[in-house]
């Protein structure tokens, strides 16, 4: 396993409320995210815009280009 922190600086937020740090968006991505196969844990702090990864197989590039579609910016 491995684990990899990551600050995004962008989240895909414009029609909500919070806008770059929201919560809600944090978990849609946290979710997709921790759908793909060979990724064990994804955290997301929002307010502090950073992104945890636990990999367990995945190719940390090919989660970053999995975030990148999703619209968040690593
Ligand atoms: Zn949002």
Redesign the pocket.
């Known amino acids: 396993m491995e684990q990899k922190t990551c600050d995004y600086s962008y ?3 414009q ?12 978990e849609d991505i946290r979710r997709a995210l921790l759908g793909l196969s060979g990724v064990a844990a994804v955290e997301m702090d929002v307010p502090a815009r950073r992104l945890t990864l636990t990999l367990d197989g995945a190719d940390f590039d090919d989660v970053a280009d999995a975030a990148d579609a999703l619209g968040v910016f690593l």
């Open positions: 989240l895909p937020c029609f909500c409320v919070g806008k770059n740090h929201c919560r809600q968006c944090g």
